[in-house]
């Protein structure tokens, strides 16, 4: 069983469409990390988060610490963003551990 | 996109040899990562060192040992390897030090596809 579950695992969309990709973790954690992976393998940092929301251009990635839930938002989605979206937490406590989401693949049609 | 460098992008190996893996940040900073990602499974973080501190995640085999000589270089080397080995090898570095170094933004190179035959 993971500690960090992603929804959903594949998600398409057409151009223009608002996307939410969501993640779920089991553990307590201090912070969470959103990533993107495009094909041939490239990691991108997008956002960290310890509470509340971010935003960064069409990007925009809340937080509930209190319901272990994380969700990342993709305004007037465009076929550039078509990757992989990977959320990981980092574990609170003297032992702090990254733990990785399996990913969410993200496919923009024009 | 050349701030952290990995070489080689490619690396087919029999289970026999030993071969090092390279990563090289030109960002300044104190933290640098190697992790894994094999077909089907999520990323997984193998080593961490930040200054002077290494920290390793203890399901890491050890015919894998990573080395840092300073802190813009990082190896990975590889001995004995079995072919569940193969996989994608990526290196990142991020600024901060210490533990709360993974609460930093990560910079990731290109990595090095490994294949064990």
């Known amino acids: 069983k993971n500690e960090v579950e992603q929804s959903p695992q594949n998600l398409t969309a057409q151009e223009g469409e608002f996307i939410t990709i969501n993640c779920s973790y089991s553990v307590g954690i201090s912070a969470l990390h959103w990533l993107q992976q495009h094909p041939g393998g490239g990691i991108v940092s997008l956002f960290m988060l310890s509470s509340g929301k971010k935003k960064h251009g069409r990007l925009i990635a809340t937080i509930n610490i209190q319901e272990k839930h994380s969700s990342l938002h993709i305004t007037a989605s465009h076929p550039r963003d078509s990757a992989v979206y990977i959320c990981a937490v980092i574990s609170s406590g003297s032992a702090r551990q990254l733990t990785f989401g399996s990913g969410t693949q993200l496919t923009v049609l024009p | 996109e050349t701030g952290v460098t990995q070489t080689p992008r490619h690396l087919v190996m029999g289970m026999t040899n030993k071969k090092s893996l390279k990563c090289e940040q030109h960002l300044g900073h104190n933290a640098m990562y190697w992790y894994k990602q094999s077909a089907k499974k999520p990323l997984e973080l193998m080593f961490v060192?930040?200054?002077?501190?290494?920290?390793e995640n203890n399901s890491v085999p050890s015919r894998f040992s990573p080395e840092c000589p300073n802190s813009s270089h990082l190896f990975l080397h590889l001995h004995t390897l079995q072919p569940e080995d193969s996989a994608l090898y990526l290196c990142?570095?991020?600024?901060?030090?210490?533990?709360?170094?993974?609460?930093?933004?990560?910079?990731f190179g290109p990595g090095t596809r490994l294949t064990v035959l």
């Open positions: 990142a570095s991020s600024q901060g030090v210490g533990s709360g170094a993974l609460r930093d933004t990560q910079y």
């Open positions: 060192y930040s200054l002077e501190e290494r920290v």
